[in-house]
């Protein structure tokens, strides 16, 4: 992708901005106010895209307000970044918006394994997966930088193991920790399997930006726009 997007300061500063419409709660059942998928797909039109069918719409409507609120609280805020002027009418950004706002994870259940990296000591296991099949390159954030700033946190370094692409192991049981990319290689229902994948093996899950957020002292911060995940973090505690 040779096209430059917004600079990283003015989509801090766009987030630090979102308006309460993007911020109010999203349409679940009978609940909620803000009709996520109308949003979609009213983002993907000015994308320079075609409106949501009704199968792509309905990876935005729910039922299940503790399954899917956090999920669908998040692909709000998202939307609002890509609203930003230096996105819109980008042709070649509207399929992939479609896709990874479709496709989020389960970020409750990241929250909470965020909260394992406090249980974590030196030499303990680690997994680290990149659903990615890029080139790692120099200072590469999955092979040298997360583990970097996790044995700040923890106190030493950590025995961590990295899967990159469609690449998964085959046991778990031996992590103490899974910290997963945000998968915009995968789909929605692959990211899902992971996390019930690691769930089973009772093996807590999180993902990149959890994890550099709670290792650089950051979590609450990060999560303030999102009052359940952040509720959720706190009960783990």
Same mark, same amino acid.
């Given at each position: 992708?040779?096209?430059? #997007?917004?600079?990283? *300061?003015?989509l801090?500063?766009r987030?630090?901005?979102c308006p309460?419409?993007?911020?109010?709660?999203?349409?679940?059942?009978?609940?909620?106010?803000?009709?996520?998928?109308a949003?979609?797909?009213d983002?993907v039109?000015?994308l320079?895209?075609s409106?949501l069918t009704?199968?792509?719409a309905a =990876?935005?409507?729910s039922?299940d307000?503790?399954?899917d609120?956090?999920r669908? *609280?998040?692909?709000?805020?998202?939307? +609002?970044?890509?609203y930003d002027?230096g996105?819109?009418?980008?042709?070649?950004?509207?399929?992939? /918006?479609?896709f990874?706002?479709g496709?989020?994870?389960?970020?409750a259940?990241?929250?909470?394994?965020?909260?394992?990296i406090?249980?974590l000591?030196?030499?303990d296991?680690?997994?680290?997966?990149?659903a990615?099949?890029?080139?790692?390159?120099e200072?590469?954030?999955?092979?040298?930088?997360?583990?970097? +700033?996790? =044995? *700040?946190r923890?106190?030493?370094?950590?025995?961590?193991?990295?899967?990159q692409?469609?690449?998964w192991?085959?046991?778990? /049981?031996?992590?103490?920790?899974?910290?997963?990319? #945000? #998968?915009?290689?995968l789909?929605?229902r692959?990211?899902?399997?992971?996390?019930?994948r690691?769930r089973a093996?009772?093996v807590?899950?999180?993902?990149?930006?959890?994890?550099?957020a +709670?290792?650089?002292?950051?979590f609450?911060? =990060?999560l #303030?726009?999102f009052?359940?995940?952040?509720?959720? +973090?706190?009960?783990?505690?």
């Open positions: 992708m040779e096209e430059q #997007g917004p600079a990283i *300061q003015a801090t500063r987030l630090a901005e309460a419409d993007f911020l109010a709660e999203p349409r679940i059942g009978a609940a909620g106010t803000v009709h996520v998928a949003v979609v797909s983002l039109r000015d320079g895209g409106l009704p199968d792509q =990876a935005f409507v039922q307000a503790r399954r609120r956090n669908l *609280q998040l692909v709000l805020i998202a939307c +609002w970044l890509l002027p996105f819109r009418g980008r042709q070649s950004l509207a399929d992939p /918006a479609r990874f706002l496709k989020l994870g389960d970020l259940e990241m929250v909470r394994g965020a909260a394992a406090d249980r000591r030196p030499g296991r680690v997994l680290i997966v990149d990615c099949s890029h080139h790692p390159i200072e590469d954030i999955a092979r040298v930088k997360i583990p970097a +700033w996790l =044995a *700040q923890v106190g030493g370094p950590l025995a961590t193991t990295h899967f692409g469609r690449d192991p085959a046991d778990l /049981a031996t992590y103490r920790l899974v910290i997963h990319c #945000g #998968g915009c290689m789909n929605r692959e990211m899902i399997s992971r996390q019930a690691a093996a009772g807590p899950v999180t993902n990149f930006g959890l994890a550099i +709670w290792s650089l002292g950051l609450e911060r =990060a #303030g726009p009052p359940d995940a952040l509720a959720a +973090w706190r009960e783990s505690r």
